[in-house]
């Protein structure tokens, strides 16, 4: 098969939750995005996430939403300066905290969640459609000239009323109504679509809606790739929408359990990028859109953008490259430095005593400066944490040795998250109760009750 290359490589990078994005600077947010654009990637994408957001636009005082507001617009801004078209990625009736009223609030389910409002109200419909007059305009204000808007109905987002049923359907008619609001204040701006969780059926009554009552409308659909698969569905489309891929980045190689989102420092995931994209590649994907939440991932973008931009033939040379520029000055280890990052891909299966002593041999002196100090101290850490995760496995349960190296891998955990990647106070998908180790949701249950022996 030939090389997989994509035309369209959209990096998703919302800056929420405290995450890495949310806490960079404009300079470090400039330096990281123009590496990011010359590994592949050809678009950038944010989301105005509201949790815990009071609506900015009535000028209150200087709040989180307006913080966050102000953000966005400066990475926007950032991105477009570096040649990056830009892409508003929408979850149409997530809402500002204050505009939750019981009148209007949307009816919750399994997979329906966040701070949202019913559309079938007509108040709530109001209050979805100024919240996005405001945003497109300020954007368009600010000098920022979307390329497309992406809406995804769900993870945040949806009501499971009567009148919103289907929800689907529902969201593609607001969909509508959003979008030409964004085509006032952006000539020109693509509908595209994020399939995140859509179902099947979902899927069929969306293309038969689409092709009846919008044809031409939607311009893409990125499909979702469950945690356990290697490729999209092959649904049903509208006819003329291009299939393309919504990427998961943010975790390493397996489903169960799951190295992610940093929980246990940074991942890899040389095997399942270059499977996943010629899976893609044998579907039809003409693109994608990579998800990330933070500086974690950072291999991963550079497996998927050097991949799918035609720059490198296999992981390994992506790899190879990585290593040369940022871990490995002399080149000389560059091979056992590739070895050694990709069983990172399987983390609960790693020899930790070999990883060790490799490690001790790897490291470089003086260890350099800027940006491959940061690449090289996270796989440090990562290294130095899991030795913990595996003494704390090794422990009786209870007992204080448990305990100690359980603590002693919170101390690593602190001083990546502080030192190397600059992180504040973090939320929702970063708490400890969302990580799949089980023995963090013990310790952490047992953490502020246990007293000293």
Avoid at 162 to 184: G, H, M, Q, S
Wanted: charged share 25%; glycine share 8%.
């Amino acid at each position: 098969m030939d090389r997989p290359t994509f035309a369209t490589r959209t990096l998703y990078a919302p800056g929420h939750f405290g995450n890495s994005y949310e806490s960079m600077g404009d300079n470090e947010f400039r330096a990281r995005l123009t590496e990011w654009r010359d590994w592949g990637f050809n678009e950038y994408a944010d989301w105005f996430d509201p949790a815990n957001c009071g609506d900015p636009y009535p000028k209150p005082y200087y709040d989180l939403g307006w913080g966050l507001r102000d953000a966005k617009k400066r990475h926007f801004s950032i991105a477009q300066s570096l040649g990056l078209p830009c892409v508003a990625v929408l979850t149409p009736n997530t809402v500002f905290q204050n505009q939750c009223d019981p009148d209007v609030v949307a009816t919750k389910s399994e997979r329906i969640f966040g701070q949202l409002v019913c559309p079938s109200v007509p108040r709530g419909r109001d209050i979805i459609l100024r919240n996005h007059e405001n945003w497109f305009k300020d954007l368009a204000d600010t000098g920022i000239k979307l390329r497309a808007i992406a809406a995804c109905p769900y993870d945040f987002g949806g009501c499971a009323c009567d009148k919103c049923n289907p929800w689907i359907l529902t969201f593609a008619k607001l969909c509508r109504e959003v979008y030409a609001i964004a085509e006032k204040h952006h000539p020109g701006v693509e509908m595209r679509m994020i399939g995140w969780w859509w179902s099947e059926e979902e899927h069929r009554l969306f293309a038969d809606w689409a092709d009846a009552e919008a044809p031409g409308w939607v311009k893409s659909i990125a499909l979702h790739i469950p945690y356990s698969e290697s490729d999209v569905a092959g649904v049903p489309l509208p006819c003329g929408c291009a299939r393309q891929a919504f990427f998961h980045i943010s975790y390493a190689e397996g489903a169960e359990p799951r190295d992610f989102y940093g929980h246990l420092g940074p991942i890899i995931a040389a095997e399942r990028i270059p499977r996943t994209l010629a899976a893609l590649q044998a579907r039809g994907c003409t693109g994608w859109m990579a998800y990330t939440e933070g500086l974690y991932d950072d291999v991963n973008k550079r497996l998927l953008a050097g991949l799918s931009a035609g720059q490198h033939a296999t992981a390994d040379d992506v790899l190879r490259a990585y290593v040369r520029q940022y871990l490995d000055a002399d080149a000389t280890k560059t091979e056992t430095w590739v070895g050694w990052l990709r069983r990172w891909g399987f983390p609960f299966e790693a020899d930790i005593d070999r990883a060790a002593r490799e490690y001790a041999e790897l490291r470089p002196e003086p260890v350099p400066a800027g940006a491959a100090h940061w690449r090289l101290r996270q796989w440090e850490l990562k290294l130095r944490m899991m030795q913990q995760h595996f003494a704390v496995l090794a422990a009786p349960e209870g007992s204080p040795a448990r305990r100690a190296a359980a603590e002693a891998f919170w101390a690593e955990h602190e001083t990546l998250t502080r030192e190397v990647y600059g992180l504040g106070l973090q939320r929702h998908i970063f708490c400890r109760d969302f990580s799949t180790i089980k023995w963090q949701h013990e310790v952490e249950k047992k953490r502020w009750t246990l007293t000293e022996a």
